[in-house]
């Protein structure tokens, strides 16, 4: 049973359409955190959300936080090839503890 | 550039042969961690160490022994593995008491052959 469910699990779409990738769960998380990984790298932080409700905003990249902070979903307007990447979204639990999705590897192109 | 390296990038092993990763962090972080990513997998952790101490080992076989000789490098060493140990291994660290957001390295990508 995967505890952090992520969709969709591969997207591939044209350059400037917009695109929203989803993170749920049933469990409830303190925070969640988003990461993008590229190929043949480790992942890198995107954002961290901590409040229920919560929304943050990273140029073209939107994350929202649910209200009962179970789920997230994060927002790309106007996609460009430079978002291309494996997309990872972790809760935490417990101490020193994030539980990861199983990703979504999404493709722009040119 | 996350403050965390890892090497060797890149190592092709023999299941034999006896072998160690290295993970090194310059954040001032309190807790590491060694993750191991499949394809078509999500992450799994393997191993958290907190304030050099293990905390977790999430059923890992013994052919995978992990090291924290203080708070800003972390080992993993290797012996006998099979060719489905073949993976991507992440080392990340974390400050504890925050919202744990963990800083990943590049990676070190393993074949056993």
């Known amino acids: 049973t995967q505890l952090l469910e992520q969709s969709p699990q591969f997207l591939s779409i044209q350059e400037g359409e917009n695109l929203t990738v989803y993170c749920n769960s049933s469990?409830?998380?303190?925070?969640l955190q988003w990461y993008r990984q590229e190929p043949g790298e480790g992942p890198v932080l995107l954002v961290t959300?901590?409040?229920?409700?919560e929304v943050k905003k990273l140029k073209r990249l939107t994350f929202q936080f649910g209200d009962a902070r179970k789920d997230s979903s994060l927002h790309i307007t106007a996609a460009q090839p430079g978002d291309t990447g494996l997309y990872l979204c972790?809760?935490?639990?417990?101490?020193?503890?994030?539980?990861f999705g199983q990703g979504t590897r999404l493709t722009i192109n040119p | 550039e996350t403050g965390v390296t890892q090497t060797p990038r890149h190592l092709v092993m023999g299941m034999t042969n006896k072998k160690s990763l290295k993970c090194e962090q310059h954040?001032?972080?309190?807790?590491m961690y060694w993750y191991k990513q499949s394809a078509k997998k999500p992450l799994e952790l393997m191993f958290v160490?907190?304030?050099?101490?293990?905390?977790e080992n999430n059923s890992v076989p013994s052919r995978f022994s992990p090291e924290c000789p203080n708070s800003s490098h972390l080992f993993l060493h290797l012996h006998t593995l099979q060719p489905e140990d073949s993976a991507l291994y992440l080392c990340?660290?974390?400050?504890?008491?925050?919202?744990?957001?963990?800083?990943f390295g590049p990676g070190t990508r393993l074949l056993v052959l």
């Open positions: 959300v901590v409040t229920g409700g």
């Open positions: 972790a809760g935490a639990r417990g101490a020193q503890k994030l539980v």
């Open positions: 990340a660290s974390s400050q504890e008491g925050t919202s744990r957001t963990q800083y």
């Open positions: 954040l001032g972080h309190n807790a």
């Open positions: 469990s409830v998380f303190s925070s």
């Open positions: 160490y907190s304030l050099e101490e293990r905390v």
